[in-house]
């Protein structure tokens, strides 16, 4: 902050010092009169200053920003007369030779004082419009970084509740699986609170970043499916295939999980043989992860579970990887299909 004021105040004093020298810039080799150069370019130089400065850090405020628009323009167009007429006082009492040249060249060519008073006007509206296209410009870049900023806390304050919202929902559906094996398999039962245990450990302290690495998801999730496996009968078949090196791709934590959960809740059947296919292929900075399982629609009087895991991943996605991602779920021949594909940074 002390560096760009700095910088600015530099800026200023660099364009100040150029147009002051401006007249020498320009007639560079030939000789100069001094009382001329200070009537007709440093004193107004000096007055387009104090115009500049006093909109810019005072009238712009507060009046142009308020729309007190009329006052604005009354208070600038004082102040112009006024420097114009100041102007013409100095160099009648200070610069009389040069009043008595410019009568005479006005004898001679005719009356210029129109013109010239519509040029000194014009010198002194220069800085005045610089000066609200300035703080203008300022003041939108201020408004923007501001709505920028209410935009992210939105954003992460959303993430954030979806993050928590997961969380739960993870562990009630993890523990409704494991109360099934309570009275069927205790010593898996027992199993499976401690493998949860190391998952939720997980969860709760590794996955408060805004990204992580996919290789610590993968093996999240290769601990979750042999999880379930406990669970599910002979005739369930589950195949999966993960990247076995490393990536050092980074994502969102607990994206996919939603999607595993879904596949063991609705593809799985007690009576009848189960097939759940599992892919996840990185290629570049692409991530596409697939699940296929058989359809077995959840029954009404089944309360396991809250139903928000897609609904969740669906809206973690839209703002992690807003026109980076494509999902899409399909059910053919009772088979349901999951495609996910990301695009990381």
Sequence with gaps: MYKNKTITIFLHI??????????????????QELDRVK???WIPLFFSAIVFYINYFVLVNRYLFPKKMLQFILVNLGLILFFLFFKEYIEDHYFQELVKKRLE?????????????????????APLF???????????VKTEAKRKEAANFKLQSE??????????????????NIYAMVDISPDQAKTSIHSLSK??????????????????????????????????????????????KETGIKIAPLLFISLIENAFKHGVSASKESLIAIDMICKDKTVTF????????????????????????????ELLYPDRHE????????????????ETT
């Design 159 to 176: 993430l954030q509740h979806l993050h928590y919202q997961l969380q739960p929902h993870f562990f009630f559906n993890s523990l409704n």
């Design 39 to 41: 009537a007709h370019f």
């Design 130 to 140: 610089l000066a609200v296209a300035l703080k203008t410009t300022k003041q939108w």
């Design 290 to 317: 697939t699940i296929e399982n058989d359809n077995y629609p959840k029954l009404s009087e089944d309360k396991s579970g809250s139903g928000i895991g897609l609904q969740n991943i669906v809206k973690r996605l």
């Design 105 to 125: 060249n006005t004898r001679r060519i005719g009356p210029p004082f129109k013109i010239a008073i519509y040029i000194q006007i014009l010198t002194y509206m």
């Design 327 to 342: 999902f899409k779920t399909t059910l053919k021949a009772d088979r349901f299909l999951v495609h996910l594909e990301i």
């Design 199 to 244: 998952l939720m450990r997980y969860m709760l302290y590794e996955t408060n970043v805004e990204s992580i690495l996919l290789s610590k998801e993968i093996d999240f999730m290769k601990k979750y499916i042999d999880l379930m496996k406990l669970r599910v009968s002979d005739k369930t078949v589950v195949n999966y295939s993960f990247p076995v």
């Design 14 to 31: 660099l364009v100040w010092l150029t147009l002051f020298c401006l007249p020498y810039l320009l007639s560079y080799g030939q000789e």
